[in-house]
Nanobody, 127 residues
Framework: QVQLVESGGGLVQAGGSLRLSCAASGRTFSVYTMGWFRQAPGKEREFVASITWNNGYTYYADSVKGRFTISRDNTKNTVYLQMNSLKPEDTAVYYC????????????????????WGQGTQVTVSS
């Protein structure tokens, strides 16, 4: 249905910034919500941020509020995650994901709510 490809990950020092991108293709018109999750080694996948595709409503996990910003470019079918003031605990594989339109009512904070996932991009923050 929808294919998602993340990019922009890499190695950055604590306090630095990084901008992740997620390009959507295929049946992009079916997407209602786009989200970012992350998973560190030995830990469960956790919600980071989400945005509704049409209206631009945003939501952030408490751990990233004031530091991360999610946005989207509808003309490019791309969602971004601007990460500032990075900390070593932000080190993880970051995934973008999509909730399809018929499932708009699902809780955007839960990974089980999402219908499509990207392959992930590694973010490493050194101390």
């Amino acid at each position: 249905q929808v294919q998602l490809v993340e990019s922009g990950g890499g190695l950055v020092q604590a306090g630095g910034s990084l901008r992740l991108s997620c390009a959507a293709s295929g049946r992009t018109f079916s997407v209602y919500t786009m989200g970012w999750f992350r998973q560190a080694p030995g830990k469960e996948r956790e919600f980071v941020a989400s945005i509704t595709w049409n209206n631009g409503y945003t939501y952030y996990a408490d751990s990233v509020k004031g530091r991360f910003t999610i946005s989207r470019d509808n003309t490019k079918n791309t969602v971004y995650l601007q990460m500032n003031s990075l900390k070593p605990e932000d080190t993880a594989v970051y995934y973008c994901a999509a909730i399809y339109g018929p499932n708009y009512y699902r809780d955007y904070r839960k990974e089980g709510s999402y219908d499509a996932w990207g392959q992930g991009t590694q973010v490493t923050v050194s101390s």
